[in-house]
């Protein structure tokens, strides 16, 4: 009998932790800051900032880095920290030829609202509609995702012709990340984020640069590696050094000229 007591409460303990993961499952996924700790200015760069009406009146901040005759790379971040957190990316990337905007989503930096997928993939569909207003067109663009950032420049890359998709340390799902996480748990049936890359990654008919590192002690190397074998031609993989977040393109210098060559040489003529 007090085996059977054992059983029926662990099983009690175990449903009240599903519920628990389900209920307070966006803690785990987003982790905004709200304090802006650097700008372009903080690295010489001059830049324009603007903040853009998006879903239910809530404004999201965004920082235009020009560059004269540059290809614009719109930047989507990943899901800590905010924009002061990539300065130093975008003046690299910015040193490399190319004009730069980032944005933070809803609920981080200076941005209205709350995180969520839903309101993620919105605001980069809003920043892309400023690019456009700004005299890029959607041909000349390229989408460049960090992490969970990814996720977001993968599924608005599905919805039109971009000029090139740049996935950074990015995985291959939501539920598979869970998976290597919570074990334990039921993820696929408890999780309502989804951020499904690795079945949007193959409806991308435009070159695609993925970058990943071994040393990535957060999104596993085999997700990076199992996009690019997913991605359609033409694609390059690209390895970066260190972790998930000391690490990246800005301590990869080799990747990051091939990867200037890589854009530069599938550089789209804008109709």
Known sequence: MDFI????GLF?????????????????????????????RTFGMKYEEIFLEVNKGDKINVWFIPKENGQLIIHCNGNGGNLSDRVEKFSLL??????????DYRGYGRSDGTPSEK????????????????????????????????????????????????????FTSISEMARVYYKLFPTTILLKSKFDNISKIKRINFPIA???????????????????ENANEPKIFLELRKGHNDGGIIVSPEAAKELQTFLKKYKRIED
Not at 94 to 103: C, D, E, Q
Not at 210 to 228: A, N, Q, R, Y
């Open 5 to 8: 007591l054992v059983i029926i």
């Open 12 to 40: 009690v303990v175990y449903i009240v932790l599903c519920f628990y993961l389900y209920f307070n499952q966006d803690k785990y996924i987003f982790f905004p800051e709200r304090i802006i700790t650097a700008t372009p």
């Open 94 to 103: 910015n040193s490399l030829g190319f004009a730069v905007i980032g944005f």
């Open 119 to 170: 309101a993620f993939y919105e605001d980069l569909r809003r920043v892309v509609l400023f690019a456009q207003e700004k005299g890029y067109k959607k041909n000349g663009i390229i989408l460049y995702g960090e992490s969970i950032g990814g996720a977001v420049a993968l599924q608005v890359g599905t919805e039109d012709n971009f000029s090139a998709l740049v996935l950074e340390s990015t």
């Open 210 to 228: 993925i970058m990943h590192s071994e040393e990535d002690e957060i999104v596993p190397f085999f997700m990076g590696f199992k996009l690019f």
